[in-house]
C-alpha cells in the first residue's frame, strides 16, 4: 500500500460511502417511493443537510490530522525523515515525540512508518532518523517486513544520507536491540554517514532516553526546550570554580568549571563519561517575576521546598492568573537538562567541565550554559547525575589512541590523557582545532607539558583564524594521512569528540578517503573508531 493512501484514508472513504447510501435509501423513502408517505419540511431538509455537511468536514479534520505529515512548504529546508518500527507501540510514541522536538526547534519532519519507506523515499532524504525496536530472537516488528523484503534486499546508492539511529530493547534477552544493529550496519554499509553511533536503550533506560533527546535538540540547531521526558534524579553537587578561558576571543566565552559531589555520595564516573546538570533561572529574577505575579517566593510548598526552588527549575508560564498558585504549579514544566563530556578522572577529586556561553536566535543566554557561565554561585550547589558512557570509555594502554577533537570537545579528550597518564604511558596522539593559539588553546599550558614528559607522543594543533596551511582539523588529519594509515596498522583507536554538525563528519570523511569504506567499516566493526559528538 502507498504512502498517500492508508489503512485509516480507506477506512474514512469507506465508512463516508456507505453513510451516502443510507441516506439515499432513507431520501427515497421520504420521497414516497416505499411506505413513507409525508415528505419532510424545508426546514427539516436544512438541519439534514447542516448535519451532514458537519458530519463530513469532522472526518475530513480527523483524517487531516492523522494523515502523515511531510512539513514541506514552498523555500523550507528538506524535511527531516523520521522513521519509527514499533511491534508494542513504544517506538512510535518516541517517533512521535521526536517529531514534536524537532518541529518545535524549526526542523521539518517526515513521519513514516517502517512499512511506508521505499527506495525512492530514502533517495529523496538527505538525514533520516531511525527508532526501531527488536523482537522475538532479534527479529524485526512485524510490520517492517515490507521493509525488508523490498528495500533491505535491493538497496538505492545511499551516500547522500547522513542517519541516526535508536535501537530499543531488553538485555535480559539474548539478541540485545538486534535490529537495531542489523538496520544501523546496513545504512552504514550501503554508503550512509552516521551521524552519531547507535544509542542502545535497555528497556526504556531514561538515560539513554534523555541523551536522545539532547541529541534532538542539537539536531535543531541548540539544545531541545523542552521538558525531559523522564526527569533525571539529581544531586547538589558544589561548585568549586569557575574561570574564563578564553577572555578576548571572537568566539563565545569558554569557561572551565569544577564540581565536588555530596559528602553521602558514592559517585563515579571515567574518561568518556558525561555529566548532566538541571539548570535554573537566576535567584533574582525569579524572585522578581514572582512578586510581579503577585506571589509569595518564600511559600513552602507540600514536598518541603519553596516556590522559588520550584519556579527557579521550571519554564516561566506565560498565562497565569495573578495569585492563583494551584494554577501555577499545574502550569509548570521543569527546565530540560544539559549535558556536558566530563573532563577530569576520579583521581582529580572533582568533576570538571569545559562549555561555551551558548546564546539562543534572540540574543538571551541559553538554558544551561547561561545558568552556569552567569548565575550558578561558586561555592553552592548545583544539580547534577552522572551518566555512563560506556562507548566512549577508554582503551588498555598498549593500545595506540589517536584523540581528535575541536572547541570544547577538548574536555573529553583531556578525560582520556589525565587517565593515560594516571596509569602511566602509551602512545596518544592528539589532534585539536580552535579559532586562535592566542586566545583559544584551552589547556595549552597543561597539554604542552603532556607532550614534554611523553604522555602525548604527538601534538597536531591547527587555530583557523590564525591563517596557515590548515585550517581546520580535518585539513591537518588528510594531511597527516601516512601517519593515520601506520597507526590504524598498527592497531590504534579512534575517539572524536566536538561538533555534531561541523567537524565530526567531516573528519569521518577524511577517515573513510585515507582508508578506504572498507577500512573504516573495519574499524567501526571492531569498535576502534568511536565518537561523542555534540
Not at 583557523?464 to 591537518?476: E, F, L, T
Not at 575517539?495 to 572498507?518: K, N, R, T, Y
Request: charge should be negative; glycine fraction near 10%.
Amino acid at each position: 500500500m502507498s504512502t498517500r493512501f492508508s489503512r485509516a484514508t480507506l477506512g474514512n472513504v469507506a465508512v463516508l460511502v456507505l453513510l451516502a447510501v443510507i441516506g439515499g435509501a432513507l431520501l427515497r423513502l421520504h420521497l414516497g417511493e416505499a411506505w413513507w408517505q409525508g415528505a419532510p419540511p424545508s426546514r427539516q431538509w436544512g438541519i439534514a443537510l447542516a448535519a451532514t455537511a458537519l458530519y463530513s468536514l469532522a472526518c475530513t479534520v480527523v483524517w487531516w490530522r492523522s494523515r502523515p505529515r511531510d512539513d514541506t512548504a514552498e523555500g523550507s529546508d528538506q524535511p527531516m525523515l523520521l522513521v519509527w518500527s514499533s511491534q508494542t507501540g513504544f517506538a512510535r510514541e518516541l517517533a512521535e515525540r521526536s517529531a514534536q522536538a524537532l518541529r518545535l526547534a524549526g526542523v521539518p519532519v517526515r513521519l513514516r512508518g517502517l512499512h511506508e519507506v521505499d527506495a525512492p523515499l530514502l533517495a529523496g532524504s538527505a538525514r533520516a532518523l531511525f527508532i526501531v525496536s527488536t523482537t522475538g530472537e532479534g527479529d524485526a516488528p512485524d510490520h517492517a517486513l515490507p521493509f525488508l523484503r523490498r528495500v533491505m534486499t535491493t538497496p538505492p546508492p545511499l551516500d547522500h544520507l547522513q542517519y541516526g539511529v535508536l535501537a530499543l530493547g531488553d538485555r535480559s534477552y539474548g539478541h540485545f536491540c538486534a535490529f537495531g544493529h542489523q538496520l544501523h550496519d546496513w545504512l552504514r554499509q550501503h554508503g550512509a554517514h552516521p551521524l552519531f553511533d547507535a544509542i542502545e536503550v535497555d528497556n526504556a533506560d531514561p538515560a539513554a532516553l534523555r541523551h536522545w533527546q539532547q541529541l534532538l535538540g542539537q539536531l535543531g540547531g541548540g539544545a531541545s526546550e523542552l521538558p525531559d521526558w523522564t526527569p533525571a534524579e539529581y544531586q547538589p553537587w558544589t561548585l568549586l570554580q569557575r574561570m574564563h578561558l578564553n577572555p578576548g576571543s571572537v568566539g563565545g566565552p569558554v569557561h572551565w568549571l569544577r564540581l565536588q559531589p555530596p559528602t553521602d555520595s558514592s559517585a563515579h564516573w571515567q574518561a568518556g563519561d558525561i555529566a548532566e546538570v538541571g539548570p535554573q533561572h537566576a535567584e533574582q529574577s525569579t524572585r522578581d517575576w514572582l512578586q510581579a505575579q503577585s506571589f509569595d517566593a518564600n511559600t513552602v510548598l507540600d514536598d518541603g521546598n519553596t516556590l522559588l526552588a520550584r519556579v527557579a527549575r521550571s519554564h516561566l508560564p506565560s498565562l497565569v492568573a495573578a495569585g492563583d498558585l494551584p494554577g501555577l504549579l499545574a502550569a509548570l514544566q521543569p527546565l530540560p537538562h544539559r549535558e556536558y563530556s566530563i573532563a577530569s578522572v576520579m583521581d582529580d577529586g572533582a568533576v570538571e567541565l569545559l562549555l561555551r556561553r551558548q546564546l539562543r536566535a534572540d540574543g538571551t543566554p541559553g538554558v544551561g550554559s547561561g545558568w552556569l557561565c552567569d548565575h550558578a554561585v561558586v561555592g553552592e550547589p548545583v544539580q547534577m547525575r552522572l551518566r555512563r558512557n560506556e562507548n566512549f570509555h577508554g582503551v588498555a594502554i598498549d593500545v595506540p589512541l589517536l584523540l581528535i577533537g575541536n572547541g570544547t570537545g577538548i574536555a573529553g579528550l583531556r578525560a582520556h590523557l589525565h587517565e593515560r597518564a594516571r596509569v602511566g604511558g602509551g602512545r596518544t596522539w592528539l589532534l585539536f582545532g580552535e579559532r586562535s593559539a592566542a586566545h583559544d588553546f584551552h589547556f595549552g599550558d597543561e597539554l604542552q607539558a603532556m607532550l614534554a614528559n611523553g604522555t602525548l607522543t604527538h601534538l597536531d594543533t591547527v587555530f583557523s583564524r590564525d591563517g596557515g596551511a590548515h585550517r581546520y582539523v580535518q585539513d591537518r588529519l588528510l594531511a597527516e594521512a601516512a601517519t593515520l594509515r601506520q597507526w590504524v596498522d598498527e592497531g590504534a583507536t579512534i575517539l572524536v569528540c566536538g561538533s555534531l554538525q561541523g567537524m565530526a563528519p567531516a573528519v569521518d570523511a577524511v577517515i573513510e578517503q585515507v582508508l578506504g569504506a572498507d577500512g573504516k567499516e573495519a574499524l567501526l566493526l571492531a569498535g576502534r573508531y568511536r565518537r561523542d559528538v555534540y
